[in-house]
């Protein structure tokens, strides 16, 4: 009897089907892919998906100059801001001077020159710093100044500075001379405050956005702002780039922005009883027609907007400076410009670090000349990002690619007057010009499909 019952466990545990291998691997496939959808997902929700909400023109109660100190204060008064909240819009406003550098050999030595007469404060946000004998010099000046009694602000983007990297070094010696560090944090984990010792964001807001403003404000007076980094490339080439130079009441909504950056990055705000001495009076408020153009991820894209109308309004010359030419609404937009007669001249780079962008531009030369626009290619890198059409000029570190346009921040300062307009010409846009040379398409058939291919991916570039 034990024996037959023995047999019929045994007949039935054959009969039952062991999962097989390639179940098991369908199984995990399947999910694994499912994860993939939903990470994929998250990434285009919280980084790719593009937000925009109306920017342009300022409404009717944008921050003001004058109203700039005052703003501040309200603002440096909230302990529950985040990225979101710097959408502040900005009034136009006046400069009383405007000048022009083109080339780390002119703007380099002018920038560390007012740094170096700095009485009061300096405040710094600067995409990248990388080492060497440009970010040597800065250090030096940082350092005598903070010791010398001089409030040193500085804000960095934390991956493209290497701040935890081989920049690190430079760190360490300007937070040891007094000067206070935060940094926004593109990849996890966001953290907020002082570089040593700084706390999680748990809001975790700043992830997917890089910082890619480039600007300074030196004693509330002067302000600067372009598209290049401290790193030697912009020196010593092959990178070209610009910056602009501005008094007059404008510089107080610089201020603004970066005082407002810095509290939500968790830097110590100045107390509101000292708050005046970060914005003086202006020696002279100007006259120039000024506006500072700031992106902040989320939507509000005054830079972008102000761009596409500056393009739409231009009458008789539109010229452009950039490195990343790829979004395919302004590549419209210059193509109607051209249509309608006005004189468009377009300088891309001859090499690029992004050839992919490049490529892409070039998918589009063809219909572009068809439209009258006239391209050039810079003998090395062209990394300016200009715009002068008419009498207004935008300078500053706005990207005409997916990137720069709808997710990162940014910061440009428009200037409409006429004068202005051909200093910035003569100084940045015959410069350039001098040294490139007319856009050749490659015909053959491999490099059409290349470029055919990468135009298709613009939003990823």
């Known amino acids: 009897m034990t024996d037959r019952l023995d047999a019929g466990i045994d007949a039935r545990r054959k009969r039952v089907p062991l999962p097989r291998v390639g179940t098991l691997l369908r199984t995990v496939a399947w999910f694994a892919l499912r994860l993939l959808l939903v990470v994929l997902f998250i990434v285009w929700w919280f980084v790719l998906r593009i937000v925009e909400h109306e920017s342009w023109p300022p409404p009717d109660d944008a921050v003001t100059a004058a109203q700039a100190e005052a703003a501040t204060a309200a603002f440096l008064a909230r302990d529950d801001v985040a990225i979101p909240d710097l959408a502040i819009p900005l009034a136009p406003s006046t400069a009383a001077i405007a000048q022009f550098y083109s080339g780390g050999d002119q703007f380099f030595p002018a920038i560390l020159d007012d740094l170096a007469r700095a009485e009061s404060s300096i405040h710094i946000l600067m995409f990248a710093i990388g080492p060497g004998d ?14 010398a009694g001089v409030e040193v ?7 493209a500075s290497k701040v935890d990297g081989h920049t690190a070094p430079l760190f360490d010696r300007m937070q040891a001379a007094g000067v206070e560090v935060v940094a926004n944090d593109l990849f996890p984990v966001d953290r907020d405050g002082p570089l040593e010792g700084g706390s999680i964001d748990w809001w975790q807001d700043e992830l997917g956005n ?3 403003r480039k600007m ?7 302000g600067w702002a372009g598209g290049a980094g401290f790193e030697d490339h912009f020196l010593y080439g092959p990178y070209h780039d610009t910056y602009a130079r501005v008094t007059g009441a404008v510089v107080r909504q610089m201020q603004m922005v970066f005082l407002t950056s810095f509290h939500v990055l968790g830097g110590q705000a100045p107390e509101r ?25 989320g939507g ?37 410009a051209g249509e309608r007669g006005v004189d468009v001249t377009l300088v891309g780079p001859g090499e690029s670090n992004v050839p992919q962008a490049r490529a892409a531009l070039h998918h589009n030369y063809p219909r572009l000349f068809a439209a009258g626009v006239e ?18 000029v935008v300078i500053g570190s706005i990207n005409l690619d997916a990137w720069a346009l709808y997710r990162n921040h940014e910061i440009a300062i428009m200037l409409v007057d006429p004068t202005v307009a051909g200093d910035a010409r003569s100084t940045m846009i015959e410069d350039v010009l001098a040294r490139s040379y007319p856009v050749d398409v490659d015909e053959g058939r491999w490099s059409r499909v290349q470029n055919w291919f990468w135009d298709k991916f613009v939003y990823f570039l």
């Open 134 to 147: 440009v970010a040597d010099s800065l250090v030096a000046v940082l350092e005598d100044r903070a010791r």
């Open 153 to 159: 602000r500085l804000i960095v983007d934390r991956f």
């Open 210 to 212: 890089a910082d890619h």
């Open 216 to 222: 300074l404000v030196i004693d509330g007076q002067v």
């Open 273 to 297: 009883e000292v708050l005046g001495g970060y914005f003086p009076a202006p020696v002279d408020p100007g006259t120039i027609p000024a506006t500072v153009l700031h992106n902040v991820p």
């Open 300 to 336: 509000h894209l005054p830079g972008t907007q102000a761009i596409r109308e500056v393009i739409d309004t231009a009458s008789r010359e539109l010229d452009i400076l950039n490195p990343y030419l790829a979004d395919p609404d302004i590549i419209d937009r210059i193509e109607v």
């Open 375 to 392: 391209g050039y290619e810079f003998e090395e890198l062209i990394h300016a990002k200009v715009i002068v059409a008419d009498d207004t």
